[in-house]
């Protein structure tokens, strides 16, 4: 049975268990996130998605990503109340990480400015890609939590308050980094150096050998990548490169082996 919510006057529908925050997206109400993607389970690190919801015992502030609904309530995304909540972490995230530029952007939305309250660091000439990375991440932990669903876990949080930070082990290159990039894919404020020429990737402090579709050209993925796709998959080896294809390719494969099959001309 669908639920009935109402966020800022308007009736919607909803149902059992849906989290505040996927509602509102559904119907493109806007509220605003670092540390969420549609791909991971919500974290509600950055706390900039909270709402204040009332489901019959007055008005409370929660964390839309990861608040499940199970009654019908009336929900206020930009209330004063959520704006100056809103405000205040912002400030605080700008003070942490002020080169980001997708936190500048949120900080204009509602009105941050640069009033000496919070501490703001500067990265100056010169800085190394580590300094330029801890003046630009937030520590929502999206980056950890993608690299440890694929298994790898060549990164992580580290450290403790202010020294608390996102890195590889030992601040060392990782052995069990495969370059594939999902970690910046999904960074918010775009913090993780991810470098590309035609043949290889930086990363992390690695350089990664580019493999490219046998057919097309196209860049592929990182030889450790791909030797760590086939292993998932229970491949006893890669093929050779020049057999390695790009998904379109691939696909377009399959459809000629498909049409020689039932005599279909392409």
């Not at 119907?27 to 950055?46: A, F, Q, V």
Request: hydrophobic share 35%; charged share 25%; aromatic share 6%.
């Amino acid at each position: 049975m669908a639920l009935k919510v109402t966020i800022n006057g308007k009736a919607y529908e909803a149902e059992k268990d849906e989290y505040i925050l996927d509602v509102c997206r559904r119907n493109r109400i806007l509220i605003p996130t670092l540390c969420h993607h549609e791909s991971l389970s919500g974290l509600g690190s950055c706390r900039l998605c909270v709402v204040e919801v009332n489901e019959g015992r007055g008005n409370k502030v929660v964390v839309s990503c990861i608040y499940p609904l199970s009654r019908d309530c009336e929900v206020f995304t930009e209330s004063e109340k959520i704006k100056g909540i809103r405000k205040t972490i912002l400030s605080m995230l700008k003070a942490r990480a002020p080169e980001g530029d997708r936190l500048s952007s949120l900080c204009n939305m509602y009105g941050v400015k640069d009033e000496g309250r919070f501490t703001a660091a500067k990265a100056g000439k010169g800085a190394s890609a580590e300094q330029r990375l801890a003046l630009s991440c937030v520590l929502c932990g999206l980056c950890a939590q993608a690299c440890a669903s694929l298994g790898t876990g060549a990164i992580s949080t580290v450290g403790r308050g202010v020294a608390k930070k996102i890195s590889t082990p030992y601040n060392e290159p990782s052995a069990d980094c495969i370059g594939c990039g999902s970690c910046a894919t999904v960074c918010p404020t775009k913090a993780i150096e991810c470098t590309e020429t035609k043949k290889d990737r930086s990363i992390w402090g690695r350089k990664f050998t580019l493999m490219h579709c046998g057919l097309c050209g196209k860049t592929v993925a990182t030889k450790e990548e791909y030797e760590w796709a086939q292993k998932q998959a229970g491949a006893r080896e890669a093929p050779p490169e020049y057999k390695v294809l790009c998904d379109e390719c691939r696909k377009k494969k399959s459809a000629d082996v498909f049409a020689a099959a039932f005599g279909e001309r392409r």
